[in-house]
């Protein structure tokens, strides 16, 4: 599976962006799909992920009520629409796919990772 981020720029906080993630590959309908994101000087981090039919998703505390993650299987694209910006949330976001077919909070379960999207949240 090859993965490419996009979407990614400025907003002001309490703005809105979405990035999205196109997959190549025959795997992505029966893949678990996550979105990481890493700060300067930060570990990257968990932010959402979705199990392979998008019927269930799992967030962090942090992005709870603001993120949403959803997938359209048919065109092999994986979304983050992300609302109520905050400059915390300031970070490059990468996509990333698992060979299991639930979400999953942890790096290591995934196997194939996107090349990062910037995004910036001025205050």
């Known amino acids: 599976v090859q993965l490419q981020a996009s979407g990614g720029g400025s907003a002001q906080a309490g703005g809105s962006l979405r990035l999205s993630c196109a997959a190549s590959g025959r795997t992505f309908s029966s893949s678990g799909m996550g979105w990481f994101r890493q700060a300067p000087g930060k570990e990257r981090e968990f932010v959402a992920a979705i199990s392979w039919s998008g019927g269930s998703a799992y967030y962090a505390d942090s992005v709870k009520g603001r993120f949403t993650i959803s997938r359209d299987n048919a065109k092999n694209i994986l979304y983050l629409q992300m609302n109520s910006l905050k400059p915390e949330d300031t970070a490059v976001y990468y996509c990333?796919?698992?060979?299991?077919?639930?979400?999953?909070?942890?790096?290591?379960?995934?196997?194939?990772w996107g090349q990062g999207t910037q995004v910036t949240v001025s205050s």
């Open positions: 990333a796919a698992s060979s299991g077919r639930d979400w999953y909070y942890t790096p290591g379960r995934y196997d194939y």
